[in-house]
């Protein structure tokens, strides 16, 4: 499990530079793994440069397979400016690092985020894999003024599609008919499903056995990363008057009079924080170059995003040291039902209950929690030699 | 009732020319009547035309009340030039009628159709009417190589959004989970909605006793007229091999293997005639200006359209005298499932069960079938002096 691709296979070749009959066979055992390489990652040292690595990079990109060198030890000695030259004329993308201090592991996820193909990055499911095939699910879809005239907004939509492409089924219902649906059923669903606005009425009259979830959870687990954005959600209650809180939409819809960023997040974040919080708003492609002022990035569902670039964006704000979150998350978090509406994901919710403690400062893991089961990523053949 | 505008109410002014006391009061009755007209329709002859009308149609544009002239009795007198170039100066509409030989009735109804306010024309409801509040329809929704990646097409999410908007909530099943989802029922569905492509099965899994329809009959309903496009349906019996069809679809996506209007449709109809129909094809807002070469024209469900560009359409077409249908309905029709579909409108089956039997001889009924419930729409004020 490697963010931001999830599982993924990594082949620690035997070294293709070797002399000898052994050597010969460590080379065509290489050459094999380059047949089944999707991404390759050839991790060097600035002195450690040879034909060999050229020729392999060169290999590779016969192969059109995308690849990122990494030089590391760059705190011991740094790559002479011929190498990044040759490497430059070969369009081939390289970063720095010093993985003992933890130096440059940022610009190596993002060059993984940027080279890796589409495949790795999206999400297998929403919420198929959750109810799995014959099983029955629940979606509350509460109508409100922001809902679009005569259609649902796109999660639900895709949420239904996942069920269905799951062999799954669902049930959807207004808030107001909740029971009576639950009460129509010979045997409850697997799982419900509402929008985070319902989450209390919802909470109260779905039983205590049944798992529930909302949808903002489940689009932060499909395009985002969710135990990044649960941790953002965790960070509201360090937030104090006059703080900045950037809110980031990815339509560009026009806002209108109860509208959720503009107005309802803020009148719930102000009554939680006890005072005025500052509130920058943002909307389709912008999103500022400059994040350190923040204390912390409020983003909508991305569904009009797709995940590498929502994936892009929660590493920009961790590299700028600013949590963040979703606006689901953010309410279920203001609402004191995070907990609950995180018991399908039980990694995420002990990160929740146990915190690593030392807030920011705390070194971010490399291996992120898992979200998916490991039986949804077909595995992942990188390469370092 | 009255096509294409649903229940109108018809007032038949008392004059307002009159002279007199009595007069007076009648003016002043029928001024009481503008307050309430959302579109007028005056009615007069070539001899009967005054000061009277002139002013009445004044007042009605500077009240903004749409208005289209009627000269009926042309066959015995035509308007003189002055009259019409005095209403083509104001920008007010006249058709030409004479009504007790039939002519002009298409011209008129065109002319309602043009000028009648939105809420005139669009349907009051696509399904939540037939199902009720607190009730459950059941949807059963194929996912074939046609549906749109990860989401749902647009007549499904209508429908779902239409039953959330009566207050009645919905299963939501692929056509293989349809017996599963019914026996985690305590009470069968209200209705069942089902693709047509998928009817045969559904048919032989729902009880006998759930009414049971397809997403084409609704957007029939919706968008369309259904008496009208269940009758065009019927004319594929009188299609022999040589003859042309039109295969109209209003969504200009661009054409896969198994398209339903370009391989599927001309297959089952090919093979129901017993030999090869010539078909052609248009998309989006193309549509033929001679329609006279075809004995029939098959429509998508016109979800891309609003109402009133579809029943131009359907007007077109019978002011050519060629039958108009829908997809689902003639794949209905050609499975020979048409009449279970359509229970849930018994006016429309009943027409189907014991059809008029001159064909297209037979003169069309002003009144179009009941497809809603009375209540439904709300009553319009027309105006005839």
Redesign the interface.
Known sequence: EFLPLGPVLFIDTAGVDDDGDLGMLRVRKTRQVLDRTELGVLVTEAGAWGRFEEELLLELQRRRVPVVVVFNKVDVEVPDPERLAWLAGHKIRHVETAAAHGLGLDQFRQALLDLAPADFINSPAIVGDLVGP?E?ALLV?P?DKE?PK???I?PQ??A??????H????????E??LR??L?????PPRLVVTDSQAFEQVAAETPRSVPLTSFSILMSRFKGDLAAQVEGALAIDSLRPGDRVLVAESCSHHPIGEDIGRVKIPRWLNTRVGGEVRFDHVQGHDFPADLSRYRLVIHCGACMFNRREMLTRILRCQQAGVPVTNYGLAIAFSLGILERALEPFPAVLAAVRNPPGGGSAQPRPLLPTRTYAPQDHAAVAGLAV
């Open positions: 014959g029955l879809v109508i809902a005569g259609r649902l796109l939509v895709q239904i599609r996942d069920l269905l492409d062999d799954a089924y669902c049930l959807v219902v207004k107001h008919q009576r649906a009460d129509r059923l010979k045997s």
